[in-house]
């Protein structure tokens, strides 16, 4: 059996009193590629603040690479790329370098000594994600896709084993779409980092994928891409509360 490297069990959150997620079970298998999916509003942001250790839950528990979440200390074990990166504001005076270096859980402070195996770190993330040549830039100045890339080079900085996307492809031209999946792909097949990727894009799903979660409040579906795809119209309209088409791209 593969082992989990993330397993929430029994989680259950409200904000105030709206409960967003109510008794969920989800599992991460290490090597997976695991795509969520789900209506806006669903608790899709919230599970992975959750598992990321940005709030407690209310009910529950999660083990991150088979330790209590409390306990875990190797945060670098996991690279994040927030749903905000997208809309980071364009005026903001840092390059590229700089943005890259942030995302560093060694400690290194601005003002202290940056030394040469970390600017190794930064510039190899940075090679990773075909933005080397861009490193003394000024990250706006760059094009959305661009600056996605510089995101991501900002999540592996540190060699994560399992890396996080929280809608990475809103508001990315669909040539740049494309050049992110076949970069998701490198990373998983060649780097065997494990991948949660949050989207809409059901279709680019099943043909990434290898496993596939639905969440609205509780877990709606949890299965192979194939199974996803073969739901019908009717179960799928009645989960997003909107009629909904799912192309499937199997090969
Ligand atoms: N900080 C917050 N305070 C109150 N309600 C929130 C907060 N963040 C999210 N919510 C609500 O929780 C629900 C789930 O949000 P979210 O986890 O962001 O869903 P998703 O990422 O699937 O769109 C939504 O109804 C949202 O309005
Ligand atoms: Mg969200």
Same mark, same amino acid.
């Given at each position: 059996?593969?082992?989990?490297?993330?397993?929430?069990?029994?989680?259950?959150?409200?904000?105030?009193?709206?409960?967003?997620?109510?008794?969920?079970?989800?599992?991460?298998?290490?090597?997976?590629?695991?795509?969520?999916?789900?209506?806006?509003?669903?608790?899709?942001?919230?599970?992975?603040?959750? =598992?990321?250790? %940005?709030?407690?839950?209310?009910?529950?528990?999660?083990? =991150?690479?088979?330790?209590?979440?409390?306990?875990?200390?190797?945060?670098?074990?996991?690279?994040?790329? #927030?749903?905000?990166?997208?809309?980071?504001?364009?005026?903001?005076?840092?390059?590229?370098?700089?943005?890259?270096?942030?995302?560093?859980?060694?400690?290194?402070?601005?003002?202290?000594?940056?030394?040469?195996?970390?600017?190794?770190?930064?510039?190899?993330?940075?090679?990773?994600?075909?933005?080397?040549? *861009?490193?003394?830039?000024?990250?706006?100045? =760059?094009?959305?896709?661009?600056?996605? &890339?510089?995101?991501?080079? &900002?999540? /592996?900085?540190?060699?994560?084993? %399992? /890396?996080?996307?929280?809608?990475?492809?809103?508001?990315?031209? #669909? &040539?740049?779409?494309?050049?992110?999946?076949?970069?998701? !792909?490198?990373? !998983?097949?060649?780097?065997?980092?494990?991948?949660? =990727?949050?989207? !809409?894009?059901?279709?680019?799903?099943?043909?990434?994928?290898?496993?596939?979660?639905?969440?609205?409040?509780?877990?709606?579906?949890?299965?192979?891409?194939?199974? *996803?795809?073969?739901?019908?119209?009717?179960?799928?309209?009645?989960? *997003?509360?909107?009629?909904?088409?799912?192309?499937?791209?199997?090969?």
């Amino acid at each position: 059996m593969t082992e989990a490297i993330v397993s929430m069990k029994n989680i259950s959150y409200a904000y105030e009193q709206k409960t967003v997620l109510d008794h969920i079970d989800f599992e991460i298998p290490q090597g997976a590629f695991m795509g969520l999916v789900g209506p806006n509003g669903g608790g899709k942001t919230t599970l992975i603040k959750l =598992l990321l250790g %940005l709030m407690k839950p209310d009910d529950g528990s999660i083990l =991150l690479f088979n330790q209590p979440i409390e306990k875990f200390k190797e945060r670098n074990k996991i690279g994040f790329v #927030s749903q905000k990166a997208n809309s980071f504001n364009r005026g903001f005076p840092a390059t590229v370098f700089e943005v890259v270096s942030t995302g560093l859980t060694a400690k290194v402070g601005y003002f202290k000594f940056f030394n040469k195996k970390h600017k190794t770190k930064v510039l190899e993330a940075l090679k990773q994600v075909d933005m080397l040549d *861009y490193a003394y830039e000024n990250i706006g100045n =760059l094009s959305g896709g661009q600056q996605q &890339r510089v995101f991501i080079a &900002r999540a /592996l900085v540190n060699d994560p084993e %399992l /890396l996080i996307l929280d809608e990475p492809t809103v508001g990315v031209d #669909s &040539r740049n779409v494309r050049r992110f999946y076949d970069l998701l !792909h490198h990373l !998983h097949e060649n780097k065997n980092i494990t991948l949660m =990727l949050v989207t !809409h894009d059901t279709g680019a799903m099943t043909e990434h994928a290898t496993d596939i979660v639905c969440l609205n409040k509780t877990l709606h579906f949890h299965g192979k891409p194939e199974e *996803y795809s073969s739901l019908t119209e009717g179960v799928l309209s009645d989960l *997003y509360g909107h009629p909904i088409n799912v192309v499937a791209h199997n090969h």
